[in-house]
């Protein structure tokens, strides 16, 4: 079989691409130069509801397969995605313009870790026996019946796949609904799952705006949401999945502190904060934006780390040397623009970058601000692009204190050599996704979800598990019934 890079249609349903060109136009722009690769259509009510009724018409069938065979599926499109990684990394390169340097190690090769850890772990998943004297309980994990996926437009492949791969090892069949944004990856996932044996409808992907997500989100055939998106938007799903008391995961936005003490070692954590900071242009929810940094070191962590900013290779995303890519769409340039303006108003220092780079397409410089303030908005707010704000510090518990006043609790970061307080605060910090001497680590055997206002639920690791099933006990009695009368 000729393998084609291009997904062939807007929509993946029921096995096959599937085309309705009276949805209306999403066109796909390549970030790295403004033009338009591909113009797709949002689904209407008829791919819609095709969607659903293949995803019910296969979710039984698939749900008594043993698990070992639908992991069988998971894993073979594992190695598939494995093979075509070079393919899949382009186009995650066009859909959301980060470098294919860090697309070639980051996504398709993170969907095919997902595929292949859940792929083995299905056929592992068992219920437990409770003996209670002669009688005993036994239960069984069950599937939900239709997952609904609704991504971000950051990582496409990734976040297709880190939904996908557990709702499958459990028995569900999903529907996947990408950022219209980034709407391409998804498709060559259900296409490569198809391609692994998955049956018809197991998978679908449907495109759309958020009224799409909206309508799916509503459908009492849905069993379970599972949101990659801003608080706002977790917020408006949540709500609406709450009406049916649907199962909900949320993985929502982030403003998570890394805290760098004097006795870190200063080029570990100038790494650190790069890595929490400008890897994919900034556009990575567990990003580490405020940069506590402990005063007796603050001049000379400013000074190296402008100087390794400033080595950044920025430039077209196809080239594997650049390292630094563009925005992934005019509009969130522009919001982060505002959030720049912003710090300069209100007087944060900017250290380097601030400005778009000229040259075509959506490129915005890596930017650093120092003596930024806790009430100052760039502090405050989630901005979701290259823009790094220092904080200084005199205290352990000061910024333990500051480093939990926020609404949002995703990641926490904190470099020192002292080991006794690194562990201290982490577990003083409120946040789900933490580090020690590192940054923005996410291996599939790890959990990954936020506390406070970033989420609800974990993705990855066997967590996962506990929110793509539910279990059913079952209680076995070995004598007489006794009843009051
Ligand atoms: P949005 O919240 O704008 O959108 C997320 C998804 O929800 C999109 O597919 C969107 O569709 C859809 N959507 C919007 N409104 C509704 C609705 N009412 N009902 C159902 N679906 C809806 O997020 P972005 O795409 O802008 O992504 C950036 C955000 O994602 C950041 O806040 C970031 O922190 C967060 N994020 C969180 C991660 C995590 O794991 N915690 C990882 C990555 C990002 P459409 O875009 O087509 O309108």
Redesign the pocket.
């Known amino acids: 079989m000729t393998y084609d890079p291009q997904p062939q249609a807007s929509h993946y349903v029921n096995g096959a691409y599937l085309e309705d060109d009276t949805g209306t136009p999403i066109p796909v722009i390549y970030s790295a130069n403004g033009a338009e690769i591909a113009r797709l259509h949002s689904a209407t009510d008829a791919v819609i509801e095709a969607a659903i009724t293949s995803a019910q018409a296969a979710q039984k069938d698939w749900a008594a397969l043993s698990g070992r065979e639908r992991g069988r599926i998971l894993t073979d499109a594992a190695r598939i995605m494995r093979e075509r990684n070079h393919a899949l990394s382009v186009l995650e390169t066009y859909d959301t313009g980060k470098p294919l340097q860090e697309t070639l190690v980051a996504d398709a090769t993170s969907a095919a870790d997902a595929l292949e850890y859940f792929g083995g772990m299905a056929g592992t998943l068992t219920g437990e026996h409770i003996q209670l004297g002669e009688d005993w309980v036994y239960t069984v994990r069950e599937p939900l019946g239709i997952c609904l996926g609704?991504?971000?437009?950051?990582?496409p492949t990734q976040?297709a796949a880190w939904k996908g791969a557990p709702a499958l090892a459990c028995g569900n069949a999903m529907i996947f609904?990408?950022?219209?944004?980034t709407p391409l990856c998804a498709l060559k996932l259900a296409e490569i799952l198809t391609e692994a044996g998955a049956p018809a409808g197991i998978y679908n992907v449907v495109q759309?705006?958020?009224?799409?997500?909206?309508k799916?989100?509503t459908d009492p055939r849905i069993a379970k949401v599972s949101?990659?998106?801003?608080?706002?938007?977790?917020r408006?799903?949540y709500a609406?999945a709450a009406d049916q008391m649907k199962h909900v995961t949320m993985?929502?936005?982030?403003k998570s502190p890394l805290m760098i003490f004097d006795d870190a070692d200063l080029n570990n954590a100038v790494g650190g904060a790069i890595n929490a900071n400008f890897y994919s242009s900034g556009?990575?929810?567990?990003n580490g934006t405020r940069v506590f940094v402990q005063k007796g070191i603050k001049e000379a962590f400013l000074a190296r780390l402008a100087e390794r900013v400033a080595s950044a290779k920025i430039g077209d995303p196809m080239d594997e040397s650049v390292n630094f890519g563009p925005m992934v769409s005019e509009n969130?340039m522009k919001i982060v623009q505002g959030f720049i303006a912003k710090g300069i108003e209100e007087g944060a220092r900017l250290v380097a970058g601030g400005e778009q780079v000229d040259r075509d397409g959506f490129y915005l410089e890596p930017t650093i601000f120092a003596d930024v303030t806790d009430d100052m908005t760039i502090a405050r707010d989630?901005i979701?692009g290259p823009v790094l704000s220092v904080l200084d510090f005199d205290t352990e518990e000061e910024v333990i204190a500051r480093a939990n006043d926020t609404i949002f609790g995703?990641s926490a970061g904190v470099y020192t050599s002292d080991i006794t307080r690194a562990h201290r605060v982490i577990g003083a910090v409120e946040a789900g996704a933490c580090f020690i001497n590192s940054y923005n680590d996410a291996p599939v055997e790890a959990p990954?979800?936020?506390h406070k206002m970033?989420?609800v639920g974990r993705?990855n690791s066997r967590q996962a598990i506990e929110h793509y099933s539910q279990l059913k006990s079952v209680y076995v009695r070995m004598g007489d019934t006794e009843a009051p009368f």
């Open positions: 609704i991504g971000a437009w950051n990582y976040i609904k990408p950022s219209e944004t759309g705006l958020g009224d799409v997500g909206a799916l989100v949101l990659t998106g801003s608080v706002p938007t977790g408006r799903v609406a993985e929502l936005g982030g556009q990575i929810c567990s969130q989630e979701f995703l990954f979800g936020g970033s989420g993705e």
